[in-house]
């Protein structure tokens, strides 16, 4: 069994608070994993040490084998562990097509090569085809970003995010804000691009991670609660506890681990 990503003690105060605190993460290479937790766990902050927007207070970090405990944020994104959104930019005045075709300039580091000529440029065409396609945005492509739905402009957003072809891809609440039928979408899109690569994902819907996901670990005030796939966690009475409040016991319990498994759960 090999693990791309792993934590061992990492950690992180603000002035005396302990947002993240010695957490030992293991993310299988190939796999789905889910990062979960109400509230406030710490999910972000955890998210935040990994692509090295922040510092860790302590502990460390290593991706494929390397430390990276203290790399810059863009080194590490240049090393293949890309957060969606962090480098990848929708530009509303451009369409689709043209959207996807920069990301691959920009990957390839053209960014600034606005001269080049139709020639140059066709050859990133085919590529962005096939990422149109893979992101259900074909028939999308020449649609000014900036005017697409909401989900649309999400799958776009993977989209531009996959053209950096990232070994790690990290997504954070993929799902917010979408509709039933978005959901399913993004969820099919997060599937094909999970093959031949590693998704770590923080995602309040619980019914996307019992389907999607092949690992979850529950963080809560910062600490790891419970790891294991959705059937153990979800039973794992700690995990009703966090997410539904103290005081619970006898029928009321069981009732909660069904809300829990059945992704019911509200993370307030
Ligand atoms: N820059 C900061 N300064 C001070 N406190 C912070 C900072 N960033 C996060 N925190 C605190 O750390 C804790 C964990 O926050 P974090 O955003 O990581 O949680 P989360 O699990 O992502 O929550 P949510 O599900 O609400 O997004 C919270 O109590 C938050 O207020």
């Keep these: 069994m090999s693990f791309i990503l792993e934590t061992q003690g990492l ?30 766990a710490g999910k972000t902050t955890c998210f935040n040490l990994l692509t090295r927007f922040i510092d860790a207070t302590a502990g460390c970090i290593r991706y494929q084998g390397q430390d990276i405990t203290r790399t810059p944020a863009d080194a590490v994104a ?3 562990l890309v957060r969606s959104f962090q480098i990848s930019a929708v530009f509303g005045q451009l ?8 990301a691959l300039q920009r990957r390839r580091g053209h960014s600034m090569d606005w001269w080049r000529s139709d020639r140059a440029l066709a050859a990133f065409d085919e590529r962005t085809h ?7 945005l074909a028939e999308w492509s020449s649609h000014l970003a900036g005017e697409l739905p909401y989900g ?5 957003e993977l989209a531009t995010t996959l053209a950096l072809a990232p070994k790690v891809l990290l997504l954070d609440e993929p799902m917010a804000g979408m509709g039933a039928e978005d959901i399913a979408h993004a969820a099919e899109m997060i599937r094909q691009a999970a093959r031949g690569r590693t998704v770590l994902m923080v995602e309040h819907n ?5 389907d999607l996901c092949d690992r979850i670990t529950v963080l809560a005030r910062g600490e790891v609660l419970a790891e294991g796939d959705y059937a153990t966690v979800s039973k794992d009475p700690r995990v009703v506890e966090a997410y539904l409040g103290h005081g619970h016991a006898g029928q009321r319990q069981h009732n909660d681990h069904t809300a829990v498994a059945n992704g019911e759960a509200s993370h307030g």
């Design 11 to 40: 950690s992180r105060s603000f002035n005396g608070f302990h947002a993240v605190s010695n957490v030992n993460l293991a993310v299988r290479e190939g796999s789905i994993h889910a990062l979960i937790g109400p509230n406030g």
């Design 78 to 80: 240049r090393m293949g």
């Design 130 to 136: 096939a990422l149109l396609a893979e992101a259900g």
């Design 206 to 210: 619980l019914s996307v991670v019992a």
């Design 152 to 156: 649309r402009k999400r799958a776009l």
């Design 95 to 102: 369409s689709v097509f043209e959207n996807v075709r920069l």
